[in-house]
């Protein structure tokens, strides 16, 4: 112990008086571990840790699946989800939720806070416990019960103080006079941090329909049951229910997916895996850089260790003084790179899209800590090991002769730095690749054509209780007293409204039939849906191709009217003029009209940027009166404002206007569009800006390490370059031949980089939108850069040779 003792002082020390290269190493492995550790905090949090709930692991999303058509998971019946609660024995519990917002008036003021409504198994499948009073029980959920909510602690501070006396208060929500009977612990719920409020979803089991599927259902799989035990059970309840409910459930069926699965997609968990991927890449590239650097003193120190060796130490003596160095030089670069690492982690948190789930989870936690520890101790070796057996295997008797003579290093030496160079070009070269290719897709994503215009637009949500517009007439009432106030406001240009906007998430489905077909539901062909208002495709920049708008005349008790897309044209018409054709949503049923197509619109982009064009059917929003589920629709409409200037300026304006029509209805989620669209590819943007700094990293340090091994040999080969010039060699011609040995060591590692980038092409596929792995425009910019930096980093130390003074090379000889 004694003598480790003795070994750390001295590689302090031996740090201490070399302050150019400890400064140089230590920035570099701080850099690469604390980006490490920085990428992996952020990956344990969102892929890695488990959700923050008792067993998380036993969690299963339970979805409908209609495979004939597509449609592997898809919102779930009420009366199915109730067949499912009473018939599987593979589940604990099931739950049945919703999510949105509640309105809650507070302090005189109508406020919109996020909601989650569901049944009362909600909190058993998640065993929540409250920090005071109760969690849904059974009969909270059955028709007639008293209104009842369970708050979250954020709720609890911000409107009530954070004080238990709040259990047993009666506050208004949406419009019902409401008891707060529980308050849940701080973090519960963190798979939704924004819920703050829990209200039940009512279902008369007994009754339930269905049809109308709106629901999420999930449950806890029973102690002794697999995942496949559950899914084995499901589709055989499936099955039978098919036979028993053929109208509604032909046809359907279940798909099971684990909740951690549900909350962190595969996009995002590919989009993770590839960021610690590339910052790996940098960390690999540092440590190479550092072995360089302990490579090149290592040389200088050649006579010391000759020395040492010939006076008696042994070979393992000195081993274990060239490796404590390195791990001391380690320990110390690590310790500056947890630091870099909490910076960088809220660096990541600030530039982080708020679509990435469980955001809010990421902190520098034991695991990171343990992380940045053992990619410390990697790191240790990778860059220590090989340049302490170099030196070891170097004879004393033959160094110290070589070094009577004015000599240097030997060729292995100089052939092990070289490696070096090659090594962390080639590193380099794969993370400029996969750089160019996330910034190629990126541009070709954003060159999307979108079918609307995004500029200029602002847009928000309106919902309307049952309680207080109890009619489908006292709706469409509202919504035209709101729409014809704010068509007056100066400066707005175009008004509408409709119940799922193109980037929001929201989508429905139904199916259809032309006039003269007979098909059964199970059979129809199936159509997006949207109920807008007259005016929507004004104000969304939709062009009309064909035929005319909704007018404010397509009412109730009027003819029924439809309008569809060009993809629905082409799919489902072919060359028939699709004006005048009569169609029928929800298969052959005679209690829904014959809707007259009677004109035709652009397609719109209502997935994302990446996905493809569908089909869709636009009904106006005041003759879709059929079918509960139409109705809970119409109750959450999104409101389309399109103005001739900045639309953020008109908010005050349009808010007052909505609150003169009713004052306890807020806006919900106002913002532009362009904010809307510009947020749908925010995961893509934070992995193309990141990879594009590790790649610039790693080619700094590969151009740091070509620079220094380049001067290095200048350096060493200073006596021949001077002989050389005093016997006429030109300048010139040294310069040329120091430039070609770095751009070949440049050229050798880039080689190997593009091959192995071309193997690891597939593995960017998931990642690239319209964008070849193998990309050609690509790899021929990144083969550009790196000869210009190549080209860079040598130029100095060949102008240095070029400038030898051949007298003064000799005389210092």
């Known amino acids: 112990m004694p003598s480790i003792g003795h070994d750390v002082r001295y590689a302090v020390r031996m740090l201490r008086q070399h302050p150019g290269f400890t400064a140089v190493a230590l920035l570099t492995l701080a850099l690469g571990v604390g980006a490490t550790t920085a990428i992996f905090s952020v990956v344990n949090a969102v892929v890695l840790r488990p959700l923050p709930l008792e067993q998380s692991q036993r969690l299963v999303v339970i979805h409908e699946s209609f495979l004939q058509r597509g449609w592997t998971t898809f919102s779930v019946a009420p009366g199915n989800f109730a067949e499912w609660a009473r018939e599987s024995r593979t589940f604990e519990s099931i739950a049945a939720f919703n999510t949105g917002t509640a309105t809650l008036v507070s302090n005189d003021e109508a406020v919109e806070v996020p909601a989650t409504i569901g049944t009362a198994e909600l909190f058993t499948v998640l065993r929540g416990r409250p920090l005071y009073g109760r969690v849904f029980v059974q009969g909270d959920d059955a028709p007639g019960a008293p209104a009842i909510a369970v708050i979250g602690h954020g709720m609890c501070l911000r409107h009530f103080s954070g004080a238990p006396t709040v259990i047993g208060r009666v506050v208004t929500i949406n419009e019902r006079p409401t008891t707060i009977v529980g308050v849940m612990p701080k973090g519960f719920g963190r798979a939704n941090p924004d819920t703050d409020v829990w209200l039940p979803l009512t279902i008369d089991r007994a009754r339930a329909d269905q049809g109308g599927r709106t629901l999420t259902v999930f449950g806890r799989l029973a102690e002794t049951v697999t995942f496949e035990q559950a899914r084995t059970e499901m589709l055989g309840i499936a099955e039978r229910m098919a036979q028993t409910f053929p109208e509604s459930n032909t046809g359907w069926s279940v798909t099971l997916v684990p909740l951690e699965q549900t909350v962190v997609g595969p996009a995002v968990r590919r989009a993770m895996l590839m960021l610690l991927g590339a910052v790996g890449f940098v960390l690999l590239i540092a ?12 040389i200088t120190r050649q006579r010391e260790m000759s020395i040492r060796a010939a006076i008696g130490a042994g070979r393992l003596r000195l081993l274990r003084q060239l490796v404590t160095e390195s791990f001391v030089l380690a320990a110390i670069g690590g310790a500056c790179g947890m630091f870099v690492a909490v910076w960088g982690t809220r660096l990541l948190l600030a530039l982080a899209p708020p679509s990435l789930p469980r955001l809010h989870e ?20 990778i860059f220590g090991l090989v340049p302490a057996l170099q030196a070891m295997a170097a004879r004393p008797d033959h160094t110290l002769k070589d070094m009577s003579r004015g000599g240097t290093a030997s060729p292995i030496k100089r052939r092990m730095s070289h490696a070096f ?6 590193l380099a070269v794969v993370l400029l690749v996969g750089a160019g290719l996330l910034v190629r897709s990126f541009i070709r994503l954003q060159s999307q054509s979108l079918g609307f215009r995004p500029d200029q637009t602002l847009v928000f949500k309106l919902t309307l209780p049952e309680s207080r517009y109890p009619t489908i007439a006292a709706v469409s009432q509202f919504h035209r007293d709101v729409l014809a106030r704010l068509r007056q406001l100066p400066g707005v240009v175009a008004v509408g409204a409709t119940h799922a906007l193109p980037f929001s998430g929201m989508n429905s489905v139904r199916p259809f039939i032309r006039e003269g077909e ?15 208002t007259p005016g929507y495709f004004a104000a969304m920049g939709i062009p009309v191709r064909r035929g005319r708008e909704f007018t404010e005349s397509d009412t109730a008790g009027q003819p029924a009217v439809a309008i569809v897309s060009e993809s629905f044209a082409r799919r489902f018409l072919g060359d028939q003029d699709p004006i005048g054709l009569r169609i029928r949503q929800g298969g052959d049923n005679a209690e829904i009209p014959w809707m007259t197509v009677v004109g035709v619109v652009g397609d719109v982009r209502h997935f994302g940027l990446a996905a493809d064009l569908r089909p869709e059917m636009f009904w106006p929003e005041a003759q879709a009166t059929w079918g509960t589920t139409l109705n809970r629709l119409r109750r959450a409409l999104t409101v389309v404002v399109r103005t001739s200037d900045d639309p953020r300026r008109l908010l005050p304006s349009i808010r007052a206007q909505v609150a003169d029509v009713d004052p306890l209805r807020p806006m919900i ?12 590819v925010d995961v893509e943007r934070f992995s193309m800006v990141l990879v594009t700094v590790f790649a610039a990293i790693g080619l700094v340090l590969a151009a740091a390490g070509v620079y220094g091994v380049m001067s290095y040999n200048v350096a060493a080969r200073r006596r021949e370059m001077g002989i050389r010039l005093a016997l006429g060699a030109r300048p010139s011609l040294l310069l040329r031949q120091v430039l070609r040995s770095g751009v070949t060591l440049a050229a050798a590692g880039a080689a190997l980089g593009f091959a192995a980038a071309w193997m690891l092409g597939d593995a960017f596929t998931t990642q690239l939108f319209q964008t070849s792995p193998r990309d050609t425009w690509t790899l021929l910019g990144v083969a550009v850069l790196m000869f210009g930096t190549a080209v860079f980093a040598c130029y100095r130390p060949a102008r240095r040779a070029a400038r030898v003074d051949p007298i003064e090379a000799l005389r210092d000889e």
């Not at 190479?288 to 490579?295: D, E, G, K, M």
């Not at 059979?523 to 949207?530: F, K, V």
């Not at 989620?669 to 749908?680: F, H, K, P, Y």
């Open 421 to 426: 160079v090659v090594a962390e070009t080639a």
């Open 518 to 532: 007979t098909l059964g539901v199970e059979n129809a062909p199936t159509s997006e849906y949207r109920l807008i």
């Open 362 to 381: 990421v902190s520098i936690d034991v695991r990171v800590l343990l992380a940045g520890l053992g990619l410390t101790l990697a790191a240790a070796l």
């Open 669 to 680: 989620e106002a913002r532009t569009i362009s904010d809307l669209v510009s947020g749908s």
């Open 287 to 298: 440590c190479v850089n550092v072995a360089n650097l302990l490579s090149a003193r290592g």
